[in-house]
């Protein structure tokens, strides 16, 4: 069945004992045993819960996975995914990172003797240089956050069979629809689920995807012991929001291209950093690698005070963190999602007070872009 259908019907036929179409929730925290030495495959809701089950198997499916898990939030499945490794063990990330896993990686693993160096992975070559006889894993991002660097999947995912390295994705931008790591040999993919998974703003979850049997079983195996599983209830909302998340994306990359193309004519807009234009250095990439260019798009203005009034004066479009919801959102990185990273780096990134980061939601286009129009006059 196609990827669109079986999104539609996540979770339909999965409630045996009534045929409700929509998968109950169940709250229950443990489960009777039948017997000594006996279970109905549920014992206690950390270790499995028949709603987050049905999530979990989903999931896993729809990436084309062994083992889907499901977490409190994007960075819970990241740290879980990280106690994977050991004190000496190197990692090699993706520089243009969500600020939230800089800082995990710098605040946190650092002092547990888990090291990370941060490179250009739209460099592949970078990338080779930067690996270390130490070095367990590369872990990118494309396209990245906030500047929609393109990655190079197949390149990435030979490079890391070469070198032994466990190749992880985090695919929150583009998700399953529209780009699909472990068709490049990928290990893990990670979501925040908070974004275009969930969709409307309203749901903090995170996902890991094993390709494997056997990495899926040592990822439970974190999962279980150090316990950042998602509540049964916002299961249930993951699960609903799902069924419109091929939807969703179609007109999130509509809309994009179509605000792109707008600003790409504005006279106070200096540069656009969005996929889907024949402009962007990872356009061709995209094409190649990806089913969509996404609907996250950043822009430099012509000063710091122009990003600053195009915030304020911004009406429709919300002047907020966090993205791929149905709602558009606009932030300045620098300030905002990316204030850890020092700002030496952040400069050298070209993560400036110009820069604005938007998250194309689903209205009318027209709205959008009547929206930028006024924020940017004057
Ligand atoms: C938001 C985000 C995360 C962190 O997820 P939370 O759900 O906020 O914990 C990780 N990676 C990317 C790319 C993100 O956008």
Known sequence: MSLESRLVQCGVGRDTHTGGISLPIYPSTTFRHPGVGESTGFDYTRSGNPTRQVLEETLADLEGGARG??????????????????AGDHLVVSRDLYGGTYRVLGQVFAKLGVMASYVDTTDAAAVA???????????????????????????????????????IVDNTFLTPVLQRPLE?????????????????????????????????????????????????????????????????LERHCRNALEVAHWLHGHPRVKEIYYPGLPGHPGHTLSLEQTRGFGGMLSFRVDSPATARQVLKKLRLISFAESLGGVESLMTLPAVQTHADIPEPER??????????????????????????AQALEG
């Not at 990245?144 to 032994?164: I, K, R, S």
């Not at 599983?229 to 929001?241: E, K, M, N, V």
């Not at 993560?351 to 709205?367: A, F, K, M, T, Y």
């Open 129 to 167: 240089a930067a690996i270390r006889p130490q070095s367990r894993a590369l872990l990118v991002e494309t396209p990245g956050n906030p500047l929609l660097g393109v990655a190079d999947l197949q390149t990435l995912g030979e490079l890391c069979q070469n070198h032994g390295l466990l190749f």
């Open 184 to 248: 490049f040999s990928a290990d893990v993919v990670v979501y925040s689920a908070t974004k275009y998974f969930g969709g409307h703003n309203d749901l903090c979850a995170g996902v890991l995807i094993a390709r494997t049997a056997e990495l899926g079983e040592r990822l439970y195996f974190l999962q279980n012991s150090t316990g950042a599983i998602l509540p049964p209830q916002d299961c249930w909302l993951l699960l609903r929001s799902l069924k419109t998340l091929s939807l969703r």
């Open 347 to 372: 400069l050298r990134l070209g993560i400036c007070e110009s820069l604005l980061r938007l998250s194309v939601g689903i209205e009318n286009p027209q709205d959008i872009i009547a929206d930028l």
């Open 69 to 86: 898990l499901v977490f409190a939030s994007g960075m819970a499945a990241l740290t879980t995914l990280f106690l994977h490794f050991s």
